[in-house]
């Protein structure tokens, strides 16, 4: 089993910049892609951006794309999302997910994806 926790949410003028870290413990060897999704009031979870064990494969949604960077430190058994240039249209509850599993000819953009996940992160962009 793998626990995920999030932290770094907040409020944040649009324009802005937030850091989210999801922190894993447990059986951490099975985070072989680890991913962020976002849901905002009233609509469905979607996927956001994803990067697998050694950093060197990610994949943004085009609605974030250039704005946000994914990144992961493995020594410390946690991801990140830099976020930069928010806008309020940004403002959802950030999950991060881990799948044990890493098929490079996956896009890993489904809930279905993902084994593990974290209870969120609120993140508001006021504009």
Known sequence: QVQLLESGGGLVQAGGSLRLSCAAS???SSTKVMGWFRQAPGKEREFVTRINWLGTSTYYADSVKGRFTISRDNAKNTLYL???SLKPEDT????????????????????????????????????
Do not use: H, I, L, P
């Not at 044990?100 to 279905?112: F, I, L, S, V």
């Open 26 to 28: 447990g059986r951490t």
């Open 82 to 84: 830099q976020m930069n």
């Open 92 to 127: 959802a509850v950030y999950y991060c997910a881990a799948s044990a599993y890493y098929d490079g000819t996956y896009y890993y953009t489904k809930e279905g994806d993902y084994d593990y996940w974290g209870q969120g992160a609120q993140v508001t962009v006021s504009s």
